[in-house]
């Protein structure tokens, strides 16, 4: 999976949990598809080059992509929420891969 569609798919399940289709984010099957698109992204060596894939590099660009117009609140809390856990991810499998 190319960078571009690993974005995309996150800005596809962001917008299913803001529309409450898949439960809480850190819960079955979202959590499960969170890391699925971490792990495509972490053995690509994603997070190493540039324009790196690490949460705080694509926050924008699902920001931008992201075409909800309403609900901004919502919208910044689940991407709070998401890079918390995909940050954490990072670590542990940088430290125990």
Do not use: C
């Not at 289709?21 to 890391?35: A, K, V």
């Not at 997070?47 to 910044?76: G, H, N, Y």
């Amino acid at each position: 999976m190319e960078r571009d569609e690993i974005i995309n798919t996150l800005v596809g399940y962001l917008d299913q949990q803001l529309k409450e289709l898949r439960g809480y984010i850190g819960q079955e099957p979202s959590r499960s598809d969170f890391f699925k698109l971490f792990r495509e992204a972490y053995e690509r060596d994603y997070f190493e080059v540039s324009p790196s894939l690490k949460a705080d590099s694509i926050r924008e660009a699902i920001m931008t992509r992201w075409k909800t117009p309403d609900q901004e609140d919502k919208k910044l809390d689940l991407i709070k929420e998401w890079s918390t856990r995909w940050d954490e991810w990072r670590y542990a499998w940088d430290k125990h891969p």
